[in-house]
């Protein structure tokens, strides 16, 4: 979906270093989520914001953190990247008034950690 | 807490045949359900939900869901598979004001 933008779609980055996700949306939506997907696991939520001044930790938080710079941008940084958090990263959004379980997800970035 | 199982890693189905994606939830309130498609190297599509009301559901591209108290389940079921519903489904979960559980996704394979 073209409304949720994700950068960089794939990177490959060295075990240790500093890595920011970016998120963007034209949705007007006011809720953002951080998914990683593994193969045999699913989807499984990272960090969560339901307005540009709230920020949830999700199932897997450690050794994440989040900035919700606008209502339209929700960053992941990974601060010191490890091999075991290698995996697919989807960015979605919703919003609360339309219904806040209809997600709209962004393209995905693959993230290797060598 | 809240809980989805998809006990089936992968669904052969004939093109023409009817398809079931099968789902059971584990939630400690009334539950809202979700199922989700993706397409090869796209995110997640949202196809379907149950608040309340009617226990079938009727979603996008030609597929329902069939909520089921007693047995905890809503399966996903379509009457005649298309090769193009060939992606990873997935079934979501989420109970008051929880966020989203997801299953861990069930590949259909639809043959021509």
């Known amino acids: 979906d073209a409304d949720v933008t994700q950068t960089p779609r794939n990177r490959i980055t060295k075990t240790g270093k500093r890595i920011m996700l970016e998120c963007s949306q034209t949705?007007?939506?006011?809720?953002m989520y951080w998914y990683r997907q593994d193969p045999g696991l699913g989807l499984r939520l990272i960090y969560y914001?339901?307005?540009?001044?709230?920020?949830n930790k999700g199932e897997i938080s450690d050794g994440y953190s989040v900035s919700r710079q606008a209502q339209a941008k929700f960053s992941l940084s990974l601060e010191s990247a490890i091999p075991n958090q290698t995996a697919l990263y989807f960015c979605?959004?919703?919003?609360?008034?339309?219904?806040?379980?209809?997600?709209?997800f962004g393209p995905g970035t693959r993230l290797t950690v060598l | 807490a809240q809980s989805v199982a998809q006990p089936e890693d992968q669904v052969n189905v004939a093109e023409g045949n009817p398809l079931t994606v099968k789902c059971t939830y584990s939630?400690?309130?009334?539950?809202?359900l979700f199922w989700y498609v993706q397409y090869p190297n796209r995110g997640l599509q949202f196809l379907l939900k149950?608040?309340?009301?009617?226990?079938l559901v009727k979603g996008s591209y030609g597929f329902e869901a069939e909520f089921n108290k007693s047995q905890t389940s809503f399966h996903l079921k379509k009457p005649s598979a298309l090769v193009s519903d060939s992606a990873l489904y997935f079934c979501?979960?989420?109970?008051?004001?929880?966020?989203?559980?997801f299953g861990k996704g069930t590949m259909l394979l639809v043959s021509p």
């Open positions: 149950y608040i309340t009301g009617d226990n």
């Open positions: 979605a959004t919703s919003d609360l008034d339309r219904g806040p379980d209809t997600q709209y």
């Open positions: 939630v400690s309130g009334n539950p809202y």
């Open positions: 979501a979960v989420r109970d008051g004001y929880s966020t989203l559980t």
């Open positions: 949705k007007g939506h006011d809720r």
């Open positions: 914001s339901f307005d540009v001044k709230d920020i």
